[in-house]
Structures are given as structure tokens and as C-alpha cells.
């Protein structure tokens, strides 16, 4: 793909080549006051580094259906809602933002899961009337908190006459999901995300509109910053090879428990009815005075309890998690996603080893410690035991 034009832009600073945004702008000289007037529906982030594929044919909703955690098969024209496909135990192997104008359904996903993700759903297609396509070359995305804000860069796409505008349902759970987190509190009902697919061409459109002060622009460090305050899971950050959609809260936006019959619904269930969430997700508030910021991947430690350490040696600690996203939040301050081990205790002190430094934190619940089943398990009478 060609460069976009956004990093042509006054003040453009590339997000690092290796990180998760790498190909758009980390941030245009202010991250903080990006921050600010992207929260206020001011400002839209080029998301063209993310990936789309479409799905295309009469039989497109229901064999996506059949494949997905979310129930796909009556979704309505320019409805908006977010899928997964787990493997075999229930692990996220993918994650895409769908969309469907009637004619076709457009799966936004990271950019470099596009391939992968178009891959396999080819090879799933047997002898159904679909047609999947990469479709990366020819479309990107913009985000924003608010339509206007896209308006005002570029207008609707919308080539089937439905606007593919997704707009993000966490900020509301969905019905057919589970809420781990508590309702108190949550602040997902201020994040007010909508991506707008666009063709390619018209990136060089909404970069004018932006020099020509019609909207503002904010970088990816703007966006990441209020979709962490938000408790947002997103694939490339929160997810590694073990996770599972309870450990993130990701029922609440991308599983619907009314449906089955897809690669991982075993676990889904069993975790939710039975079990426990194995790890779960927490937000960091850190230290700020050593102005380290972590990096995703750095250990999460903490003071065990026992035994007792002898006068003079230090108490002994233990790696309970790993960060997965770290910002500056204009309000927050230093604040991190982390996914910690289930039961590490809500009150316990934390410290992320980071650059040489201890960084230290203090955890707000998402997914609580004491998450529990779902379902009560009647108690049996134990052998042997008569009751008259």
C-alpha cells in the first residue's frame, strides 16, 4: 500500500515501524490535546493500516454465522456488531469489526490479519454461493467519536446505498452476551466509536479537509489512550495464544451465548456456566514520578504473602501478568490494560518491572477476582446418605 497521506500532515509523527500502528501517525505534535478534542467529536484517526475483507453472496450471513461467536445470520443492513473465531479450545484467533449493507458484510480487522483472515475463510467456503476478498487495496478506515467529525473529512461510503459506518457496541452490552465487570461505574458508555470504511482514494480528501482546518486530526496514540480508559480488548494488544473472550470481558460485546455450533463453543459455555476465567483483565493505575511508561509485554509482579520474609530480606515477589497497553490519558494520567492471574487479589499492590525501573500500580477490577459461574451446580447427596 502507498503511504498515506495523513503522514504528510504539519506536525506527523509515524507510529514506531515494529508497533501495532505502524503505517499511520502515532500522534501530530500533541497526543494529550488530541486526546481532548477526539473525545469531544472533533477530531478523526487514520485507521488506514487496518485490514477489510468482504464477504459477498446469498448464503454470506448464515455461513458466517455458522463460523462466528456472534450471531450473524439476521443482521440487518448497516447494523454494526463484532465477531470472533476461536479455535478448537475456545481460543481468539481472530477478531473482526462487521458490517453488512445488504449486498455484502465488510469484516474490519487489524492490518496484518487481513490475509490470514481472507485465507481461511476461502478455505471454508466448500460449496456455498460466497465469495470472500481482501479488500485492503481498495478501501480504509477512519475513526472517530462522532459522525460529524467524518462528515466534515469525507462523506459516507455507502455503494451498496447503506452507509458503512460501524458503530462500536461495546458502549452498551449487547443482548445474548455476559457482563463480567460491574455496572457500576463502567466507563464504556462514554466511548462513542464508529469506524467509516472509505475508499483508499478518498484518505487524500479527508487529509485536505484536515489542512484546511475543517476537522482536526488525532493520532493513534489519542485513540489507543481513550479506548484504554474505555476497558476496550482489542486483538493486536490484549489477546496471545492462550486467551479466551471471559478473560476480556469480550462476551459483553462479541458472543452471543444463544447460539452454538461453532469451533470453540464448548469452552465458551463451560468457562461461563461452570468455571472461572483462568486470567482476567485489570486497568493499572501507575506511578507516574519516574515518567516511565511501560511497554506491552512488561511483568506484572507481586508480593507473596507467605511465608513471611525474616528480618532484613526483602518480601519475596512473583510474576502475576503482563502489560498489554499503556498510555498517558489527558485525564487519567499513566494508565494500563494488564491481564493478570485470576487469583491475584483486587487489593494487592502491584509493580510492573519496565526499562529497568519499578513502576508502581494500583488495580482497578474489570474482570473481577471473584468471578464466578454463571449457573449453580446442584449439590448431590453424598453416597451412603439416606434421607428419610
Given at each position: 500500500?502507498?503511504?498515506?497521506?495523513?503522514?504528510?500532515?504539519?506536525?506527523?509523527?509515524?507510529?514506531?515501524?515494529?508497533?501495532?500502528?505502524?503505517?499511520?501517525?502515532?500522534?501530530?505534535?500533541?497526543?494529550?490535546?488530541?486526546?481532548r478534542h477526539l473525545e469531544r467529536g472533533d477530531a478523526i484517526v487514520d485507521l488506514s493500516n487496518r485490514?477489510?475483507?468482504?464477504?459477498?453472496?446469498?448464503?454470506?450471513?448464515?455461513?458466517?454465522?455458522?463460523?462466528?461467536?456472534?450471531?450473524?445470520?439476521?443482521?440487518?443492513?448497516?447494523?454494526?456488531?463484532?465477531?470472533?473465531?476461536?479455535?478448537?479450545?475456545?481460543?481468539?484467533?481472530?477478531?473482526?469489526?462487521?458490517?453488512?449493507?445488504?449486498?455484502?458484510?465488510?469484516?474490519?480487522?487489524?492490518?496484518?490479519?487481513?490475509?490470514?483472515?481472507?485465507?481461511?475463510?476461502?478455505?471454508?467456503?466448500?460449496?456455498?454461493?460466497?465469495?470472500?476478498?481482501?479488500?485492503?487495496?481498495?478501501?480504509?478506515?477512519?475513526?472517530?467519536?462522532?459522525?460529524?467529525?467524518?462528515?466534515?473529512?469525507?462523506?459516507?461510503?455507502?455503494?451498496?446505498?447503506?452507509?458503512?459506518?460501524?458503530?462500536?457496541?461495546?458502549?452498551?452490552?449487547?443482548?445474548?452476551?455476559?457482563?463480567?465487570?460491574?455496572?457500576?461505574?463502567?466507563?464504556?458508555?462514554?466511548?462513542?466509536?464508529?469506524?467509516?470504511?472509505?475508499?483508499?482514494?478518498?484518505?487524500?480528501?479527508?487529509?485536505?479537509?484536515?489542512?484546511?482546518?475543517?476537522?482536526?486530526?488525532?493520532?493513534?496514540?489519542?485513540?489507543?489512550?481513550?479506548?484504554?480508559?474505555?476497558?476496550?480488548?482489542?486483538?493486536?494488544?490484549?489477546?496471545?495464544?492462550?486467551?479466551?473472550?471471559?478473560?476480556?470481558?469480550?462476551?459483553?460485546?462479541?458472543?452471543?451465548?444463544?447460539?452454538?455450533?461453532?469451533?470453540?463453543?464448548?469452552?465458551?459455555?463451560?468457562?461461563?456456566?461452570?468455571?472461572?476465567?483462568?486470567?482476567?483483565?485489570?486497568?493499572?493505575?501507575?506511578?507516574?514520578?519516574?515518567?516511565?511508561?511501560?511497554?506491552?509485554?512488561?511483568?506484572?509482579?507481586?508480593?507473596?504473602?507467605?511465608?513471611?520474609?525474616?528480618?532484613?530480606?526483602?518480601?519475596?515477589?512473583?510474576?502475576?501478568?503482563?502489560?498489554?497497553?499503556?498510555?498517558?490519558?489527558?485525564?487519567?494520567?499513566?494508565?494500563?490494560?494488564?491481564?493478570?492471574?485470576?487469583?491475584?487479589?483486587?487489593?494487592?499492590?502491584?509493580?510492573?518491572?519496565?526499562?529497568?525501573?519499578?513502576?508502581?500500580?494500583?488495580?482497578?477490577?474489570?474482570?473481577?477476582?471473584?468471578?464466578?459461574?454463571?449457573?449453580?451446580?446442584?449439590?448431590?447427596?453424598?453416597?451412603?446418605?439416606?434421607?428419610?
Amino acid at each position: 500500500m502507498t503511504e498515506s497521506p495523513f503522514l504528510a500532515l504539519p506536525g506527523a509523527v509515524a507510529s514506531a515501524a515494529e508497533g501495532v500502528d505502524a503505517g499511520v501517525a502515532g500522534h501530530y505534535g500533541n497526543p494529550i490535546v488530541e486526546q481532548r478534542h477526539l473525545e469531544r467529536g472533533d477530531a478523526i484517526v487514520d485507521l488506514s493500516n487496518r485490514g477489510v475483507v468482504t464477504v459477498a453472496g446469498p448464503d454470506r450471513l448464515s455461513w458466517l454465522h455458522s463460523m462466528a461467536s456472534q450471531a450473524l445470520a439476521r443482521l440487518q443492513p448497516g447494523e454494526g456488531t463484532e465477531a470472533l473465531l476461536l479455535d478448537a479450545s475456545g481460543r481468539v484467533e481472530h477478531a473482526a469489526h462487521v458490517i453488512d449493507d445488504g449486498e455484502t458484510t465488510w469484516l474490519i480487522v487489524e492490518g496484518d490479519e487481513a490475509v490470514a483472515v481472507a485465507a481461511f475463510l476461502d478455505r471454508m467456503r466448500f460449496m456455498l454461493r460466497v465469495e470472500v476478498a481482501d479488500a485492503s487495496g481498495d478501501v480504509a478506515v477512519l475513526g472517530a467519536m462522532s459522525s460529524s467529525a467524518l462528515d466534515a473529512a469525507t462523506p459516507a461510503y455507502a455503494p451498496a446505498g447503506v452507509a458503512l459506518d460501524w458503530v462500536d457496541p461495546w458502549a452498551h452490552p449487547r443482548p445474548g452476551g455476559h457482563q463480567y465487570a460491574h455496572d457500576a461505574g463502567h466507563p464504556a458508555s462514554e466511548w462513542h466509536w464508529i469506524e467509516r470504511i472509505v475508499p483508499r482514494t478518498a484518505l487524500a480528501e479527508a487529509a485536505a479537509a484536515v489542512r484546511a482546518g475543517s476537522v482536526d486530526a488525532a493520532g493513534s496514540m489519542a485513540a489507543e489512550a481513550l479506548r484504554v480508559a474505555a476497558w476496550r480488548p482489542r486483538l493486536a494488544t490484549e489477546v496471545d495464544d492462550r486467551t479466551i473472550p471471559h478473560e476480556l470481558d469480550w462476551l459483553r460485546s462479541a458472543v452471543d451465548l444463544g447460539k452454538g455450533c461453532y469451533k470453540g463453543q464448548e469452552t465458551v459455555a463451560k468457562v461461563l456456566n461452570l468455571g472461572r476465567p483462568p486470567r482476567r483483565l485489570v486497568l493499572l493505575h501507575l506511578d507516574g514520578s519516574d515518567t516511565v511508561l511501560p511497554a506491552p509485554g512488561d511483568e506484572v509482579v507481586g508480593e507473596k504473602a507467605r511465608p513471611e520474609p525474616a528480618a532484613g530480606e526483602a518480601p519475596e515477589r512473583k510474576v502475576v501478568g503482563r502489560i498489554t497497553t499503556a498510555v498517558m490519558h489527558h485525564e487519567l494520567g499513566p494508565v494500563a490494560l494488564a491481564v493478570v492471574k485470576r487469583a491475584v487479589p483486587a487489593d494487592l499492590p502491584l509493580i510492573v518491572l519496565s526499562h529497568g525501573t519499578e513502576v508502581a500500580a494500583a488495580q482497578v477490577e474489570i474482570v473481577p477476582a471473584d468471578a464466578g459461574a454463571a449457573v449453580e451446580v446442584p449439590r448431590l447427596p453424598r453416597l451412603g446418605v439416606h434421607k428419610g
